[in-house]
Every structure is written in C-alpha cells, then in structure tokens.
C-alpha cells in the first residue's frame, strides 16, 4: 500500500504543477518524464500512465470533483482536489484494467475519511445517471458516454459499495487521536517607559473637486444603424423562411403519388395547401418523405423523359396524318429492309473472315521476310569478316610507320634542347620590362581615383547640408475639411461628401427594392416549373403504360413469326485468300527445308512451326464457333423483345 500512496503523491505534484492557461499537456508530460528518469521503471510508466489519462480527460474530472467540493466535500481542503481527480480517474477509468482488488489497495492507501466520502459521492447511482451523464454529454457523445463510461460504473456498483461499507467500518473502529494537554503560554507585561502624549494635528483641508459629467446612456446601448440592421435581418429571414416553405410544398406536390381509384378530377379540387401523409416538420423547412417510390427522378431526368415520349408522340401523330392522307403501308419496306439487314450480316461475316485469312497472309509473308532477313545478314556477316581482315593488316603496317616517325621527332628534340638556354634569357628580360609597365599604369590609376573620391566626398557633404537646412524650416500641420464643399478640380461629376452618402443611400435602397423584386420572380418561377412538372409526370405515367401494352404486342408478333437467317455464302475474296495463304505456307516450307541449321538447334524451328500450326488451328476453330453463336444470336434476335420495350 505503501507503495501506490507513493506513486499517488508523485502524481498529485506534477498535477499541482500544471498550468491549463500557459503549459501544454505534451511539454508537461515530457518535463515530467525527464524529472522522473531517476525513480523505478515500473513506478516512472504508471505515474506517467496515470499522469497523462488525467490531464487528457481533465475536463470530466473537473465536473465531478468542483461538484463534490460543493456539495459534500466543504470539510476538505482545496489542496486535496488533484487526490479526488486521482480517484476520480482511477475508478472511472482504469478499473476493468486494473483489476478491483489492485484498486481497492490503491484506496486503502489514501486517507480513508476522504476517499470513503469521495466514493460514496461519485457511485451514487443518482447522480451517475442524472447530472453526471448530462454533463459528461456536452463534452462528448451522449451514446459514447453512456456505453464507454456509465454502463461500466453501474456494473461495479455492488463491489465499490461493499468497499464503502469496509471503509465506514474501519473509520469507526480507528481510535481517536490522544489529545495531549499543550503549555499554556503566561504572558508577562513589558517593562516599557510610557511615551510621551502626541499633539492633534490640524486637518488638513478637503479639496473641492469639480463635479463630473454623467455617462451618457449611448455608452451601455448598441448605435441605432446596427439595431435597424438586426430588424431587417430578422424580416428578410422570417420572409425568406416563409417564401422557401411554399416552394417546397408546391414543389413537392408534384411528386406525392394519387391514391388508388381517385380521378385526376377529383384529385385536382383539393385545396392547394393540403400536404402529405408522411410529412416531418421542423423548426424551419418541411421534408417529405414518400412511402414507396419505384424510381426517384430529378427534374433533369422529368424534363428529358417527357421530351422523348412528346418527340414519339409527334412522331405517331405525323404517321397517322400520312397514313390518314393516302400514304402506302410499311409492310414490304419491312420486308426489304430484313433482307437487307441479312445481307449486310453476311457481309460482315465475309469481312470477319477476310481480316482473319489476311492476317494468317501477312503472317506467312513476314514468316518468308524474316527468312530472306536471316539470309542476308549471314552474307553482311561473311563481307564484314573480309573487311576486318584487310584493316587489321592496314592498322599493323600504319603502327610501323608511327614507330619510324617517333624516332624522328626523339632526335630533332634532342637538337632543340640545346638552345633552350638562350630562349629563356630573352623570355626573361621580356617580361621584367613587362612588370615594369605595368607598375607605372597602375599607380597613375591608383592617383585619379583618390581624386575622384575626395571629389565625390566634398559633392556629398554639399548635399547633406542642403537636406538639413531644409528639414530646419517650419511646416503647416492639420488641414480644415469641409463635408459640404465641392473640392473644385474641375472633374466631370465630382461632389460634395454629403452629397455622396445620400446618393450611396439612395442607391442601396434601389438594390434592396430590386433583390426583393428579383425573389419575387424567383418565387413565381419555381412556382410555375413545379406545376409544369407535375403536368409532365402525368403524361410520362400515360406514356409509359402505351409503350408497355405496344412493346407485349410486338413480342408476341415477333415470337410467331421469327425465323433464323440463312448461312452466308462463299465469296470470291474468301477463295483468293485461301489460295494466297497455301501458296506462301507452301514456299515458306520449301525455304525453311535446305537451310543449314546447327545440330543443337535444330529442334527450334521445328517446335515454333509446330506452335504457329497449333495456334491458326485454334483460331480455325474459335471461328467457327463465332459464327455458330453469331447464327444462333440472328435466329433468336428476329424473337427476342426491344429492351425499352420491355
């Protein structure tokens, strides 16, 4: 017990430490770290573990312990609050973790009538799941609160309040302190000599101070333009609340679906404010919320979809004026337009099959390319041999003739060595006349620019007494503004500043008159296209249920009389392919016979005209199953119905 009422004193200094308006919880933990580096490791963790859990939940902490100080623990010093916000962590926190016997040595090890009152204030189950709960709420989640922290507490309430009744027990059976008797302290009078009596001095005279003015009633009463403002604010609010209100009802009328058996007749004498079912009121707007919807369509998709069945409405319509004015049937354009429709799918199947036998031609052609390649650089690589052989004999005989012309130039070196001497006396006296040159330029040089400096400095020097003679002369300060002179540039349009601010008002109060004019439109157009889409949705329902009875008459039409295309014939492209294609498959073989190939290679070409054989085979056969499945998705085509159709 000892030895964690050690670790909880460690802990309620460094709490007493810790500012909240100038430390930081991370630099405080890290200069507590630091302070504790010399104490056990096990003892430095749970210090700092304990340490950091009560400064990151410090505000829940605070809650509890400045409630129990009110309410009943007056008795106790301000000096014990780190000690209950210990506790207060230990018991709220870290008790799954630490195990109830570990905590309740924990306590025992504390001051027992502190700790006992502290709990019994903390584990009433009053206010754990009143003022507890709705406090620790406003800081964090109220479901968080209630599953994380409040749940756990009421489970351990038999536990803790067994504990409280062993904490009362020992309370009551701990002997009183023995109060010994203290010294009485007996005073004695001081032997002083009795001061001489003082004399009154005068009183000095009260100075009369003036009377000070009164603070004016403005100071403690917001300006009268910012009051106007709040009220306009507040109506412009109110109104645009109440404007939005009625466009959302009117807007959503249009998609609450028509009861049953109702006539559209009688549907449309309801009153106009009359609202849904299913309607969820709040302070501010209105939502609606269908009970079962098939398909949510936006404005877009409303506006897009009646514009389509309008286009093939008119389409009918124009049909049945032609057909009304003496224009012939569609039968036979039917008929020919299937035979054509045939006619181009066995085109395309000709085409398909002329892709596949000129890409098998152009593969045997670049079979007969890369021979003819493979050939060639054989005959480049004997030529380049040759070519090497004769540069190898020019490169020796051209190292002979370098050999010769090195001696040569070893001997004139040595000749010309011998008049080195002379050469370097000359260069010498050269170049001292040089360096003397030089040093006469360089002081003329050095000579002018001192010149040029001391010139330089006088000029400036001039120039700074000018600078202060004129900074020495008096200046006119401040200048008289009259707000209702007109400044007289000479500008086209220029006034007075009165003048200004009320045309400034003038015209905010145009703008205010047109952004209400603007809302009032704004209004009236939402009003009109929510009527005109449910004018829409109506005709969309109806052509919906036309299309759908048409499209079940055309699936049964096409499900009696379908048939199956017939299989395209031969064409005379398809037969010259095939016969191109043998013939270069025929020569690319008759090459590939006579080539002289290595005997441990001779296995590889053989391998890959077995792997391309293999692999036009696969193709053949892939094919014939497109074409198999092409012909059986015609026949079933001709019967199947039209996905919008259905």
């Known amino acids: 017990m000892a030895y964690y009422g050690r670790c909880l004193d460690a802990v309620r200094e460094q709490l007493g430490k810790f500012k909240a308006s100038k430390d930081s919880p991370e630099q405080f933990l890290e200069a507590a770290a630091s302070s504790l580096q010399t104490l056990d490791p096990q003892k430095q963790a749970f210090i700092l573990e304990v340490l950091s859990g009560c400064l990151q939940y410090r505000k829940l902490l605070t809650v509890v312990v400045d409630a129990f100080y009110v309410r009943d623990g007056r008795p106790f010093l301000w000096a014990d609050h780190s000690l209950f916000q210990v506790i207060c962590y230990l ?14 040595d924990i306590i025992k090890s504390q001051p027992l009538n502190k ?40 489970r351990w309430q038999p536990e803790v309040q067994e504990l409280i009744r062993q904490l009362e027990g020992l309370l009551t059976h701990q002997a009183p302190l023995s109060k010994a008797k203290a010294k009485v302290t007996e005073p004695k009078e001081f032997n002083l000599t009795a001061p001489r009596p003082r004399a009154v001095p005068m009183p000095e005279p009260v100075p009369e101070v003036a009377k000070p003015r009164p603070v004016p009633r403005s100071t403690y009463q917001p300006p009268k333009e910012q009051r106007l403002l709040e009220m306009t604010r507040r109506y412009n609010r109110r109104k645009a609340e109440e404007l939005l209100l009625q466009a959302n009802v009117e807007e959503l009328r249009c998609a609450v679906p028509r009861a049953r058996g109702v006539p559209p007749e009688q549907d449309s004498k309801e009153p106009q404010l009359r609202l849904p079912p299913r309607i969820r009121r709040t302070p501010k707007l209105t939502f609606f919320r269908p009970d079962a919807v098939q398909v949510k369509l936006n404005t877009a998709a409303i506006l897009r979809e009646g514009a389509l069945y309008q286009r093939q409405v008119e389409r009918e319509l124009q049909r049945v004026d032609k057909l009304v004015d003496g224009a012939g049937d569609f039968s036979e354009f039917l008929l020919w337009q299937k035979r054509m429709q045939a006619k181009d799918r066995e085109e395309q199947l000709v085409a398909g099959e ?29 030529r380049k041999k040759e070519e090497t052989a004769g540069r190898m004999q020019q490169h020796a005989e051209r190292c002979l003739q370098e050999k010769r012309a090195m001696k040569e130039l070893v001997e004139q070196v040595m000749e010309a060595q011998k008049n080195i001497k002379v050469a370097q006396m000359k260069l010498l006296k050269d170049r001292q006349q040089i360096v003397q040159e030089v040093l006469e330029e360089s002081r003329e040089l050095q000579q002018r ?47 007075s500043l009165v003048e200004l601010r009320e045309r400034l008002a003038l015209l905010r109060e145009a703008q205010r008159l047109q ?113 198999r499945a092409r012909r059986a998705g015609g026949s079933a085509r001709g019967c199947a119905p039209r996905p919008e159709a259905s």
């Not at 002329?354 to 054989?378: F, M, P």
């Not at 001391?454 to 202060?468: A, P, T, V």
């Not at 829409?536 to 299309?547: D, G, N, T, W």
């Open 449 to 495: 620019g001192a010149e040029a400096a001391r010139e330089e400095q006088r000029q400036r020097y001039k120039r700074i007494s000018q600078l202060r003679a004129l900074e020495t002369q008096p200046l006119r300060k401040g200048k008289l503004v009259d707000l209702t002179q007109t400044p007289g540039y000479g500008l086209e349009g220029e006034m």
């Open 354 to 382: 002329c892709r596949r036998l000129q890409g098998k031609l152009s593969h045997e052609e670049a079979a007969l390319a890369r021979q003819h390649l493979a050939r060639e650089n054989k005959q480049k690589a004997d």
């Open 115 to 154: 700790v006992c009152t502290f709990l019994r204030f903390f584990f009433n189950p009053l206010h754990l799941c009143t003022w507890i709960k709705d406090e620790w709420s406003r800081i964090y989640d109220s479901a968080h609160v209630r599953e994380t922290w409040i749940n756990p507490l009421m």
């Open 515 to 627: 952004e209400e004019e603007k809302r009032d439109q704004i209004v009236r157009g939402k009003r009109a296209k929510s009527q005109e889409l449910q004018d829409v949705v109506q005709q969309i329902s109806l052509c919906r249920s036309a299309m759908g009875r048409a499209a079940a008459l055309r699936w049964e039409q096409r499900k009696a009389g379908g048939a199956a295309p017939g299989a395209p014939a031969q064409d005379e492209r398809v037969r010259e392919l095939r016969r191109r294609v043998a013939e270069r498959a025929a020569e690319r073989r008759a090459q590939e016979a006579p080539m002289p190939v290595p005997g441990l290679r001779a296995a590889r070409p053989r391998t890959r005209a077995q792997q391309e054989a293999r692999h036009w085979q696969e193709l053949e056969r892939s094919r014939e199953r497109r074409l």
């Open 91 to 104: 018991a709220a926190f870290q008790m799954e973790e630490l195990g109830f016997r570990l905590f309740c």
